[in-house]
């Protein structure tokens, strides 16, 4: 349990925990120290001044962020000397700033418009001064504006401890500015355009580049849900005036600093009303794709269905919702009646690792061990992984990397193990148990042989201090990596689609042919849901392909049915993290496009044996599944070695190919090619 202590702020008790800085301790009692650099969860900046506070017995007031709690302090933060001391800072951040609050994007949510209201400044009493910086405004996503800038360094921070370190303090005294290495653009500085820094700015110094004229703030509804396009699933805050998303952040809340979306969950939305969206079903007609009525095409598909039976192939993806994935098992299995369905989950892990994967938190995590991954904010592969766990060792965490590849994440490692993964955690195990922790016997027999290394030592020895080590592991290598947690720590196998646990929870596996084998051996119809990593038509008679944009896949298909996306339906999903989420609706449905659920519904009762939309509840029953860890050779997995980079590309195609990301993947190649 943590250790309180007793304070005073404004005359109301306080307990808070020891180390908490006066700020955080404030907002227990529903207090707000203003100030514009802090982020909650870094440490203290003190570079804006604003939170200055005075303490019974000091001289001089003392900045609040930096400053950490005492037993019987006494604390004040609305004396007359601090108030003062705080109006003036904000009129010498006047004196720099446009005073453009009419027209400003970011009215209604600026810090800095709010205070000067709360402190009655209309205006700098001070001679204005316009540095003339010029404005970085040559990429779709982000516009750099130092003319806003107020120098609180936030998106520094946030840059520099998610690991990308794009944006630094330049120059010194009256002329220093925030910018990029040699004030390149931010495509030519490695920016990989998640956005954080947006998230981050209190003014309007880093706004998204076509935010100007899309509606204020208090005119958008925002509706908080998760993204579903990779195997992070993050939270995410979608913004949307007159039924158009106009802009999406991370779903954290405001000041945190475990803000996080990469550039295909912040940008990637306009995908939503491209030109290969499907807002009508197609059927082929003498060779070609044409516009038909849903009626049609459902008495079509529920025919082709009824006639194949047991010889039907359901090969979906796995960021499907909980609930259209329980649908799509119970239609195909007890109203088409066949085995074959399956996920493409099965093609980077087996189902047994998500199931029986643990729950834990990084950020509860002092040491974090990453077995066979390499997730990467650039590749944009696991990218919410990556920069947790680089957040998580900047604030006293540590890393260890196992793999037998070189990895980009080991940069920040306390130790970086290279070579044959599974010799590396037998030998973990095996000092593991000789430095006197308890094991199983059969662990015990598996490990005697193997060969120690001194990095292996030190690996132990890490996790033998740890109080609480978590395993971050590749399916293929979970069982080895749960051997070492049947010692100490906690073990999740991380996959690469953002429901791929959820899908694995509630047993969306084949009982006949698994994903590869009825793409590669054909069957009589496939039933393809999702955008599925296929550009060419499998073997099969007759090819559905449920979708919500026109893929190469869609193309070769007989029939096209037209699905929502996930910002247009409901739902539920379960992280990598193992943690329960929402997924809300956030518009309308383009044109006559259905959730994946209805069209199953739809199609049962077409097939006179109708199912029933599953409830919350059912899908709360459903994914409790008894998990028990115990000993399993040290073996890899064969047959799940697919290229991540490759993978979230292919079933992210569509939204790659929307009007920004298209942009970011060019702009990509071409630094690449001149690099070489």
């Not at 401890?161 to 005294?173: A, C, M, P, S």
């Not at 516009?291 to 960021?319: C, M, P, R, Y």
């Not at 047994?352 to 390499?374: C, M």
């Not at 689609?497 to 084949?510: D, P």
């Amino acid at each position: 349990m943590e250790k309180l202590v007793k304070l005073q702020i404004d005359g109301r008790e306080v307990h808070a925990p020891v180390g908490t800085n006066i700020i955080d301790a404030a907002y227990l009692v529903d207090i707000y120290i203003p100030n514009l650099c802090y982020l909650k969860g870094m440490k203290g900046f003190g570079a804006c001044r604003l939170c200055l506070v005075d303490i019974e017995g000091m001289k001089a007031p003392v900045i609040a962020c930096n400053t950490k709690v005492k037993e019987g302090m006494v604390v004040s933060t609305q004396t007359e000397r601090v108030r003062d001391i705080r109006r003036f800072v904000l009129d010498l951040i006047l004196a720099i700033h446009p005073l453009d609050c009419m027209t400003c994007t970011k009215a209604g949510i600026c810090k800095l418009q709010q205070y000067a209201y709360e402190y009655e400044l209309k205006d700098t009493s001070f001679t204005r001064k316009k540095m003339g910086y010029p404005i970085d405004e040559v990429n779709p996503f982000i516009r750099r504006d130092p003319l806003y800038c107020i120098l609180c360094g936030r998106c520094v921070r946030v840059c520099k401890e998610q690991g990308t370190k794009v944006l630094d303090f330049i120059g010194r005294g009256i002329n220093v500015e925030i910018g990029t290495a040699y004030n390149k653009p931010l495509r030519q500085s490695g920016c990989t355009f998640c956005g954080s820094c947006i998230d981050a700015c209190p003014v309007n110094a880093l706004p998204e580049a076509d935010r100007w004229r899309k509606g204020r703030e208090w005119e958008y509804e925002k509706t908080e849900s998760v993204c579903l396009l990779c195997g992070s699933g993050c939270n995410i805050l979608v913004s949307v005036k007159d039924g158009i998303i106009q802009k999406i952040s991370t779903g954290e809340k405001p000041g945190s600093a475990k803000k996080y979306i990469c550039a295909y969950g912040r940008f990637g939305y306009d995908y939503i009303d491209s030109k290969s969206r499907l807002t009508v079903p197609l059927k082929r007609v003498d060779g070609e794709l044409r516009e038909t009525t849903w009626k049609d095409a459902l008495s079509i598909v529920a025919e082709k269905l009824k006639d194949a039976g047991g010889k039907t192939g359901f090969i979906s993806i796995a960021g499907l919702s909980n609930e259209d994935a329980l649908t799509l098992k119970r239609f195909a299995k007890n109203v088409v009646k066949t085995k074959h369905f399956d996920t493409t989950m099965s093609l980077y892990a087996d189902a047994r690792s998500l199931r029986d994967s643990q729950s834990s938190l990084i950020t509860s995590s002092d040491l974090i061990v990453l077995v066979g991954l390499n997730p990467s904010q650039w590749d944009r592969v696991l990218p919410a992984l990556d920069a947790s766990i680089r957040k998580r060792v900047n604030r006293g965490g540590k890393l260890i990397v196992i793999n037998s590849s070189d990895t980009r994440i080991e940069e920040v490692a306390a130790l970086s193990l290279k070579g044959d993964e599974l010799s590396t955690l037998k030998g973990i195990a095996k000092v593991l148990i000789d430095r006197g922790l308890k094991a199983d016997i059969q662990l015990e027999s598996a490990v005697k042989d193997a060969e120690i290394t001194k990095d292996i030592e030190k690996a132990a020895k890490l996790i033998i201090e740890a109080n609480k080590p978590l395993i971050f592991t590749s399916p293929s290598l979970f069982e080895a990596s749960a051997n070492i947690t049947l010692i100490k720590g906690k073990v999740i196998a991380v996959g690469l689609e953002s429901n791929a646990r959820g899908i694995a929870l509630l047993g969306i596996t084949t009982e006949g042919k698994n994903y590869q084998e009825m793409v590669t051996d054909g069957m009589g119809v496939i039933y393809a849901i999702g955008e599925v990593p296929l550009s060419k038509r499998p073997d099969t008679d007759f090819l559905i392909v449920q979708n919500s944009h026109l893929t190469e896949l869609a193309n070769e298909a007989d029939i096209v049915l037209p699905s929502t996306t996930f910002l247009e339906a409901t739902g539920t999903m379960i992280d990598y993290l193992g943690r329960f989420k929402l997924l809300q609706k956030v518009i309308e449905p383009q044109g006559t496009s259905k959730n994946h659920r209805d069209i199953f519904i739809t199609l049962s009762k077409i097939l006179k044996s109708p199912i029933k939309r599953p409830t919350e509840a059912e899908i709360k029953k459903a994914l409790k599944v008894k998990k028990k860890l115990t000993f399993s050779p040290f073996v890899k997995k064969e047959g799940l070695d697919v290229s991540p980079k490759d993978f979230i590309e292919s079933i992210n195609d569509s939204i790659i190919k929307g009007r920004r990301l298209s942009w970011l993947k060019t702009a990509v190649e071409a630094v690449e090619v001149t690099a070489a």
